[in-house]
Every structure is written in C-alpha cells, then in structure tokens.
C-alpha cells in the first residue's frame, strides 16, 4: 500500500513537471534575453526573441498534453491543471502578447534585453499564479510577479518621478508580501499543511476550535496582501503616484496582471470554483461582511477621488481601484455556499469575474496603447488637456479610445457593458434569506451608483478629445506594434460586446467543480 502511495506521488510531482512546459519555455527565453544584454549585437535580437518565446510558450500550452487530474493527487500538487487554470493561462498568453506589442514602444534603450527578460518572466510567474495550489506556490508565484516589475518600473524611465515611483511600489509590495505570509503562516498553523486542496479539506473542522478566530485573522492578513495587487481600498494609496511615474508600459502591466493574480488565488483560497454545501471557513458571516465593505468603498472611492483628477494617469489609477470594487462585489458573491441557491441561477459571481477580467484586460491595455501612440517615451501624456483635439488629429486613436471609455464605462454592445451586467445579475442571484439579508441587493444598488458616478469622468475625457482644439497638436505617427494591440483589444471589446456567450460559456466551464476519484482523499 506504500509503495502504491509512493509511486501516485511520483506520479503526480513528474505530471507537474509536463504541466509547466509553457512557463519552463518563457523561463528559458528570459534567461537567454538577459544573455543577450551581455553582447551589444545581441540587443537587436532581443524582441524577435521576445516574440518567438512567447509564441514557443503558446505553441506549447495548446499541443503539449496537460497532464489529467484524474492520475494526480490532488493534496500533493502543487499546481493544480483544471479548467480555471487552463482559462486563465490563455487569458494570461494573449494578455502577454499584448503587453510584448507595447513594450516595442517603451523607452528602455540599451536595457531592451534585460526589460524583455524581466517581462516574460512576470508573464510566466502570472500563469503559475493561476494554477498554484500550494501556500509556498502562491507565494513564489506572486514574487516571480513582483521583482521583475521592480527592475521594469526603474529600467523604463530614469528620471527622479520614475526612480520615485519603482520605490514606492519596491516598499509598499514588500509589506503586502509580509501580510500575506503572515496570513499564510496562520492557515499553516492551523491545519499543518500548505496545499490548498488538503487545507480546504480540513478547514471547515476548526469551526468548533478555539482557533476558528485565528482563521479569521488569516483571512484578514491574506486579504490585505492579495488587497495590494487588487488596488482595493485601503491599500490602493500607492496607485496615483506610480501610475503617475512609471514608464505608460509598466503602469499598463500594473493596471491588469497583479488583478488577474490576485482573483486567481482568492478563488483557490476561498474555494469559489465548487459547489460549496457549507462554508469552508469559520465565522463566515464576518468574512461576508469584510468582502462587501471592501468592495462597496473601493468602487465608490476610487471614481469619487477619479472626478477631481487632471492628470489621466491619475484618474486611470482611481479608476482601476472603482474597477477591482466592482469584482470585489463579484467574489462576494461567489463566496456564498451554492446550497442557498434555489434553481438554476443564470450567471454567478464567479464567472462573472472571469467575464470581467478579459472585459477588463483589452479595455484597459487598449487605452493605454493609445496614450503610448499618442506620446513619446521622453514626453508622455499626462494631462487630460493634452488629449485636446485627439479626434480630429488622430482618427483612429480617437475612435479607439472612444471605445474603450465607452467600455469602461459600461454602455451597451461593449465588453464593459456585458461585463457589468454579469457581476450585477451574479450577486443578485445570491438569495436575500440568512443573517446577509438584502445586503447584496443593496451592494448592487451602490455599484449602480458608482456605475453613473464613473461614466462622468470617463465622458469628460471624451468631451475634451472631441468637443476641444488644442494649440499644440500632437504629431505623433502611428507605430505598427502598438496600432496592432489597440486594433485586437477593440476587436475583443466589440465582439465580446455584441456576442459574449462564447466567453460566458468557457467561463462557466472553468469554474465548474474538480470531482476528485475517491482513491485520492485526504490522507492516502
């Protein structure tokens, strides 16, 4: 019987292995890139190979065989291959050919290698970040985040508001990283295991403990951590001033990754992609209530402090913080047992989060690809004033951008518009019988409100484009790469806009429950 053991372990640790050929791939390529910054004829090499990684990387995660979790044990691994992960490592592929568009533009001079490196290597730690399934995994993921976004933000713009910039998120991520293993070493202590299928497992027994408070400190400290790469009130402070600093690439990155991350774990965390009966942790009406809070003063204050802003970097940075509110308000709802339920609900909160982040992803990516088109590295655009007379200059920036402040917004026949009205019908389906009450029909009736409050700002952009001339037109000429990145991320809007069944049906598929054999429960 041990050596059966032993062996299904062996099996599971190589079937991992085969799992991660993708980001084995782009792992391989950084290192190459940061080679190639070595040699001064290498550095015109570096985004051809830039490209060829990350197509290598794509070429593998759709033909490479994913190991089956039928032969893998699930309180072993510590990468977990469901459908949430493969979803999510497409979104993260195309996201990262994107991101790899826009960088063609960013200022990085003699650096251009070493940038490239450190930016397939955040893609491939986002995509493990998607399938971890272990404390330390999530961790390492996340990490393998961060410090290559630190050598990004500073490689990407030297001046002193650049410089200023990397250092406040180099200390503030840091301190979000303590809060999280904080967190992470109370759920440690509590069951003795670091995988997350086996601390699901064994969590709902401590309800009755004397340590069924501590879970609750663990949920608060891991919540701050994954708060911070959420941009959620109230560790969004860091947002305007980096957005405001950092190279228009970088803050591009920063606006949607660590947000497609940081979902990620809540889900694995809090056990969103199954059926709950019955809630995993204790004192869940506690937990219920944080999540609600959070996401009610993250959307309100996020595009309250959007409508004083002059600076589009800064309002983009509000308005990321109104946007993570209201996918907070999603995982809310996702959180609720599924026993509550009565019939068939037409969306929940969970799918409609994974909607919204690739709503979100092309509407965000877009419009900064067009500030990127519209400014120079050594002169970005900064102020909403700058942006005067776009439409008439500039076309098809104008038209682009255009659509995607209709998005962001949320009007009709836009990914954005679809997006919402998904997060709103989930939460509205989780049912108003139990001590929530009709509160979540109450958290819908705010992000309504915020909802009209962030159309306001996001038309004040559009009135200055078009109904405003400027002195000074921009002369910019389009750049290839970037009109290619803006060209998919309208596509992407539109189409998921006018037809979004497609993406809501894989999106139901991913959260769909893992069903494990019985000859993998806890503790054979």
Same mark, same amino acid.
């Given at each position: 019987?041990?050596?059966?053991?032993?062996?299904?372990?062996?099996?599971?640790?190589?079937?991992?292995?085969?799992?991660?050929?993708?980001?084995?791939?782009?792992?391989?390529?950084?290192?190459?890139?940061?080679? #190639?910054?070595?040699?001064?004829?290498?550095?015109?090499?570096?985004?051809? #190979?830039?490209?060829?990684?990350?197509?290598?990387?794509?070429?593998?995660?759709?033909?490479?065989?994913?190991?089956?979790?039928?032969?893998?044990?699930?309180?072993?691994?510590?990468?977990? %291959?469901?459908?949430?992960?493969?979803?999510?490592?497409?979104?993260?592929?195309?996201?990262?050919?994107?991101?790899?568009?826009?960088? !063609?533009?960013?200022?990085?001079?003699?650096?251009?290698?070493?940038?490239?490196?450190?930016?397939?290597?955040?893609?491939?730690?986002?995509?493990?970040?998607?399938?971890?399934?272990?404390?330390?995994?999530?961790?390492?993921?996340?990490?393998?985040?961060?410090?290559?976004?630190?050598?990004?933000?500073?490689?990407?713009?030297?001046?002193?508001?650049?410089?200023?910039?990397?250092?406040?998120?180099?200390?503030?991520?840091?301190?979000?990283?303590?809060?999280?293993?904080?967190?992470?070493?109370?759920?440690?202590?509590?069951?003795?295991?670091?995988?997350?299928?086996?601390?699901?497992?064994?969590?709902?027994?401590?309800?009755?403990?004397?340590?069924?408070?501590?879970?609750?400190?663990?949920?608060?400290?891991?919540?701050?951590?994954?708060?911070?790469?959420?941009?959620?009130?109230?560790?969004?402070?860091?947002?305007?001033?980096?957005?405001?600093?950092?190279?228009?690439?970088?803050?591009?990155?920063?606006?949607?990754?660590?947000?497609?991350?940081?979902?990620?774990?809540?889900?694995?965390?809090?056990?969103?992609?199954?059926?709950?009966?019955?809630?995993?942790?204790?004192?869940?009406?506690?937990?219920?209530?944080?999540?609600?809070?959070?996401?009610?003063?993250? =959307?309100?204050? /996020?595009?309250?402090?959007?409508?004083?802003?002059?600076?589009?970097?800064?309002? #983009?940075?509000?308005?990321?913080?109104?946007?993570?509110?209201?996918?907070?308000?999603?995982?809310?709802?996702?959180?609720?047992?599924?026993?509550?339920?009565?019939?068939?609900?037409?969306?929940?909160?969970?799918?409609?989060?994974?909607?919204?982040?690739?709503?979100?992803?092309? =509407? !965000?990516?877009?419009?900064?690809?067009?500030?990127?088109?519209?400014?120079?590295?050594?002169?970005?655009?900064?102020?909403?004033?700058?942006?005067?007379?776009?439409?008439?200059?500039?076309?098809?920036?104008?038209?682009?951008?255009?659509?995607?402040?209709?998005?962001?917004?949320?009007?009709?026949? !836009?990914?954005?518009?679809?997006?919402?009205?998904?997060? %709103?019908? /989930?939460?509205?389906?989780?049912?108003?019988?139990?001590?929530?009450?009709?509160?979540?029909?109450?958290?819908?009736?705010?992000?309504?409100?915020?909802?009209?409050?962030?159309?306001?700002?996001?038309?004040?952009?559009?009135?200055?484009?078009?109904?405003?001339? @400027?002195?000074?037109?921009?002369? @910019?000429?389009?750049?290839?790469?970037?009109?290619?990145?803006?060209?998919?991320?309208?596509?992407?809007?539109?189409?998921?806009?006018?037809?979004?069944?497609?993406?809501?049906?894989?999106?139901?598929?991913?959260?769909?429950?893992?069903?494990?054999?019985?000859?993998?429960?806890?503790?054979?």
């Amino acid at each position: 019987m041990n050596q059966l053991h032993s062996d299904a372990v062996d099996q599971t640790l190589r079937l991992v292995f085969q799992g991660v050929v993708p980001e084995i791939v782009l792992v391989v390529t950084a290192c190459v890139l940061f080679l #190639l910054g070595t040699l001064r004829a290498g550095r015109a090499m570096a985004m051809p #190979l830039a490209m060829l990684g990350l197509l290598g990387a794509a070429i593998a995660a759709a033909f490479v065989k994913f190991p089956d979790p039928a032969l893998m044990i699930p309180t072993i691994a510590p990468l977990s %291959f469901d459908p949430l992960a493969i979803y999510l490592r497409c979104v993260v592929i195309i996201s990262g050919a994107l991101y790899l568009l826009v960088a !063609t533009a960013e200022n990085t001079g003699r650096s251009q290698p070493e940038y490239l490196g450190c930016l397939l290597v955040a893609i491939a730690g986002l995509s493990l970040s998607c399938a971890a399934n272990d404390l330390v995994t999530i961790f390492l993921s996340l990490e393998m985040i961060s410090i290559p976004t630190y050598v990004m933000l500073y490689l990407g713009r030297n001046d002193r508001q650049g410089q200023e910039a990397a250092v406040k998120y180099f200390l503030l991520s840091i301190l979000s990283s303590a809060f999280l293993l904080f967190g992470f070493s109370y759920l440690y202590g509590m069951t003795g295991v670091t995988n997350v299928t086996a601390l699901l497992k064994l969590m709902p027994a401590m309800a009755s403990s004397p340590a069924a408070i501590l879970a609750l400190v663990a949920v608060i400290m891991v919540l701050a951590g994954i708060g911070f790469r959420l941009t959620a009130v109230p560790f969004h402070f860091y947002a305007p001033d980096v957005y405001q600093g950092a190279p228009t690439g970088v803050v591009s990155f920063l606006a949607y990754a660590p947000k497609v991350a940081g979902f990620a774990v809540l889900f694995r965390l809090f056990a969103v992609t199954t059926n709950l009966e019955a809630p995993i942790y204790p004192n869940p009406d506690k937990i219920a209530i944080l999540l609600w809070v959070m996401a009610a003063i993250t =959307m309100t204050l /996020g595009n309250v402090l959007a409508l004083l802003q002059d600076n589009i970097r800064r309002l #983009l940075a509000y308005s990321s913080v109104a946007h993570a509110g209201y996918m907070l308000m999603g995982l809310a709802a996702a959180t609720q047992p599924a026993a509550a339920v009565t019939g068939d609900p037409f969306i929940s909160g969970s799918e409609a989060i994974l909607f919204y982040l690739v709503a979100y992803g092309a =509407m !965000t990516i877009g419009f900064f690809a067009v500030l990127m088109n519209l400014g120079t590295p050594e002169r970005p655009i900064d102020a909403i004033d700058e942006l005067a007379g776009v439409g008439q200059s500039h076309p098809f920036l104008g038209i682009s951008s255009a659509i995607f402040l209709f998005s962001l917004m949320g009007l009709p026949a !836009t990914a954005g518009f679809a997006g919402k009205f998904f997060l %709103f019908a /989930g939460t509205m389906n989780v049912p108003t019988t139990g001590s929530m009450g009709s509160l979540y029909q109450v958290l819908v009736l705010v992000a309504a409100v915020n909802a009209a409050i962030g159309a306001y700002y996001y038309l004040r952009v559009l009135g200055v484009m078009y109904l405003r001339s @400027t002195l000074s037109p921009l002369t @910019t000429t389009p750049k290839a790469p970037l009109v290619l990145a803006i060209v998919i991320c309208v596509l992407i809007t539109i189409g998921f806009g006018v037809y979004p069944w497609p993406l809501v049906a894989e999106a139901e598929f991913a959260v769909q429950p893992l069903i494990l054999p019985p000859a993998v429960a806890l503790g054979q």
